[in-house]
């Protein structure tokens, strides 16, 4: 087989998951991830497809997903015979900080000289730190590294040194850290290709759809993901991937748009080999409301399911039109509170009346489902004003789905801001001058934060209004509220509604259990008692305050498109093989 230049690995959020008792809490509830947050970024897909159209192999190996999967996966076993030209792994997301740097370590353990990268949001972030640590070669830094690491991994290939490469820090032959100018940051995303074409490929090419799934679930919930953007225009409080943060940390100034066609063509590629849900990523109304039309019109008549997110409230006409495009529309919006000052101060200038405006537009546009997201952990936001979102939902039941009258539309959701504020947030930032109180700020501090036995320590911050212990207490209330809610207006059925109230009643056991051992002061006691508690833990960290499967779509049973996927490699096989015959005839054989 060819060789393959670049093994893209991502690591499990704390890399011996397995073994460690720790209660993650709801911390992936409202996301497609378990606690071990096994997706990958969306960027590995894009990175490998650049890399592969300069002449590169690069394979993506999803070790948190295989360690999920099989309790008896061996990393070691599966790193060891790899040898390419170098592993990238990435810190995008904060809570990877410990499985992220525990992978790097032990690629280093095997391949002593093959050089290690690093990228993502949160490695661009903290990228001076990461140097510290002897396993990390280079971080390519910023939102758009496919060009840094193509010059990159031809520097590695061809044994030059890296001077020239934009966005790289990295150690010279002295040992000295480098940081290279953070110039490279495309105004736009016409260099790139989010059709997922690389994976279906790749998959065949190495016979291993295990490495490439995205999450746990996702062969019975392909859900795909289509990108509007890098970079936002808002400026949410807690938000690491603000309009502010982008600017002062990642190197991008404003938002780079992909353009409405290109949008529209990649959701339909995508529909080549999956026919489960495709979520529009960053609401598509951010570069103006004709750029929007031009997306609606570009994908008019596409029958899959197709999710939106809106940042904030919609016209009745523009929902009118996107009803008309998108026959099968589902909609997404975070109102994060139902109080307005809550929301105001959280950086969400709209009011509940707006709220319930677009909800109705949304219906009456043929809208299938419209989840509403609420958030804990905000500023100027109490115990009580989190119970009284709870209340606010069921008052939006009642307005917008009265039982029995027909299959529920609108969905609410309440989670927790954890395990961590954003790092580059205004809150991360400037904590006092919103309120919050940071624990961590380091990325060795949040590292060693993940081993903590419960999300309680976990978590990086507090606020004026409610401490750790207050969080945790009316996230799990705020759970149970919610779970009787929508038993009552019929969104879950009693058999979930009633799990869910178990796994919440058991988690707030645990909280208070592992309290108890952590104040025991005799270290081998206290290791002997978490360990005991590993299997009540373990139960209780999926779906703790929903049961994630209140997220999804209903699917048909054929959720891939197994013909067009077999088509698509086909393809890929059939232009390799007249690339062969084309050298062969070339070399006059
Ligand atoms: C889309 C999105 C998601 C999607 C992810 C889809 C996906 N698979 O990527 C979903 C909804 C699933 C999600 C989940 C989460 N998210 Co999110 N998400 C976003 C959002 C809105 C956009 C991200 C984006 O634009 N990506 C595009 C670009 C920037 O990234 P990319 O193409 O994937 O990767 C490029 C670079 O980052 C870099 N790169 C990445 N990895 C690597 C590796 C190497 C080796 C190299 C060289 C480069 C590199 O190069 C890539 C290509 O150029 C941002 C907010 C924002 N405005 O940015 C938050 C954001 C990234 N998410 C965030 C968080 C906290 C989470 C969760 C942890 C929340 C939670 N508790 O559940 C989970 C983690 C899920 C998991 N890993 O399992 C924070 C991260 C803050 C931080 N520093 O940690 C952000 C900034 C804001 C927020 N709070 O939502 N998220
Ligand atoms: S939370 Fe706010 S700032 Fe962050 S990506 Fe969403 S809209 Fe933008």
């Known amino acids: 087989m060819t060789k393959?230049?670049?093994?893209l690995l991502h690591a499990p959020s704390v890399y011996d998951f397995r073994k460690e008792s720790i209660l993650y809490g709801p911390v992936s509830d409202?996301?497609?991830?378990?606690t071990v947050f096994e997706m990958y970024p969306i960027g590995f897909t894009t990175l490998a497809e650049h890399l592969e159209r300069h002449g590169f192999r690069v394979r993506i190996v999803n070790l948190a997903v295989r360690m999920l999967n099989d309790a008896k996966f061996d990393v070691d076993k599966q790193i060891r015979p790899l040898c390419p030209d170098a592993f990238g792994i990435d810190l995008h997301w904060l809570p990877h900080a410990h499985g992220a740097l525990e992978m790097a370590k032990m690629v280093k353990k095997h391949h002593p000289h093959t050089p290690v990268i690093f990228g993502g949001l949160s490695a661009t972030y903290y990228h001076q730190e990461l140097m510290d640590y002897p396993a990390v070669d280079y971080v390519i830094r910023g939102d758009s590294t496919e060009e840094p690491l193509l010059q990159l991994m031809r520097c590695i290939v061809e044994g030059n040194d890296p001077h020239e490469v934009p966005n790289l820090t990295w150690r010279d032959g002295q040992g000295r850290i480098q940081i290279n100018p953070l110039t490279y940051s495309p105004e736009n995303l016409d260099h790139i290709l989010i059709d997922y074409g690389y994976v279906v490929k790749a998959v065949g090419r190495y016979r291993d759809l295990a490495n490439?799934?995205?999450?746990?679930?996702?062969?019975?919930?392909?859900?795909?993901?289509?990108?509007?953007?890098?970079?936002?225009?808002?400026?949410c409080l807690t938000c690491g991937g603000s309009a502010r943060a982008f600017r002062e940390f990642y190197g991008r100034a404003r938002p780079a748009y992909r353009a409405p066609e290109a949008l529209a063509q990649d959701i339909r590629n995508i529909q080549r080999f999956s026919k489960g849900p495709i979520f529009v990523l960053g609401d598509i109304r951010q570069a103006g409301i004709d750029h929007a039309e031009r997306f609606l019109k570009a994908i008019e008549g596409f029958d899959g399911q197709?999710?939106?997110?809106?940042?904030?409230?919609?016209?009745?006409?523009?929902?009118?039109?996107?009803?008309?495009?998108?026959?099968?529309l589902v909609l997404e919006i975070s109102p994060e509170s139902?109080?307005?000052?809550?929301?105001?101060?959280?950086?969400?200038?709209?009011?509940?009346?707006?709220?319930?405006?677009t909800i109705g537009y949304a219906l009456e546009a043929g809208c299938q489902r419209l989840d509403l997201?609420?958030?804990?952990?905000?500023?100027?936001?109490?115990?009580?004003?989190?119970?009284?979102?709870?209340?606010?939902?069921?008052?939006l039941l009642r307005r917008f789905d009265k039982r029995g009258d027909r299959t529920p539309t609108v969905h609410p959701f309440i989670s927790p801001l954890a395990p961590f504020l954003d790092p580059g947030s205004l809150a991360f930032e400037e904590p006092e001058a919103h309120g919050y109180r940071l624990f961590h700020r380091s990325l060795e501090e949040h590292r060693q934060a993940l081993l903590s036995?419960?999300?309680?320590?976990?978590?990086?911050?507090?606020?004026?209004?409610?401490?750790?212990?207050?969080?945790?207490a009316s996230t799990y209330e705020a759970g149970l509220r919610l779970n009787s809610t929508k038993a009552r207006y019929g969104l879950i059925d009693r058999q979930r509604a009633e799990a869910v109230e178990k796994r919440i009643r058991k988690a707030i056991?645990?909280?208070?259990?592992?309290?108890?051992?952590?104040?025991?002061?005799?270290?081998?006691?206290?290791?002997?008692?978490?360990?005991?508690?590993?299997?009540?833990?373990?139960?209780?960290?999926?779906?703790?305050?929903?049961?994630k499967r209140e997220l999804e779509l209903p699917l048909g049973w054929l959720k891939l498109n197994i013909p067009q996927a077999a088509l698509l490699l086909l393809s890929d096989l059939i232009a390799k093989a007249m690339k062969g015959v084309k050298r062969a005839v070339n070399k006059g054989v």
């Not at 197709?306 to 099968?328: C, H, I, T, Y």
């Not at 139902?338 to 405006?357: I, K, P, Q, T, W």
Request: proline content about 5%; some cysteine.
């Open 4 to 7: 393959t230049h670049l093994v």
């Open 212 to 235: 490439f799934v995205p999450f746990q679930r996702w062969l019975g919930y392909p859900i795909t993901a289509a990108l509007t953007c890098r970079g936002c225009r808002h400026n």
């Open 338 to 357: 139902h109080s307005e000052e809550v929301r105001h101060a959280f950086g969400r200038n709209y009011s509940n009346g707006e709220l319930e405006d």
């Open 453 to 472: 036995p419960n999300w309680k320590y976990v978590l990086n911050y507090e606020t004026e209004w409610m401490n750790r212990d207050e969080i945790v």
């Open 509 to 547: 056991n645990l909280v208070r259990q592992i309290d108890d051992i952590v104040s025991i002061t005799e270290d081998g006691r206290r290791s002997r008692l978490l360990a005991a508690l590993k299997p009540q833990v373990d139960a209780a960290n999926l779906s703790t305050v929903c049961d």
């Open 306 to 328: 197709l999710m939106f997110e809106f940042f904030g409230p919609s016209s009745r006409d523009f929902l009118q039109k996107m009803g008309q495009a998108v026959p099968n």
């Open 373 to 395: 997201f609420f958030m804990i952990g905000l500023p100027r936001q109490t115990y009580q004003t989190v119970m009284e979102t709870v209340d606010y939902c069921d008052h």
């Open 30 to 34: 409202v996301v497609p991830s378990t």
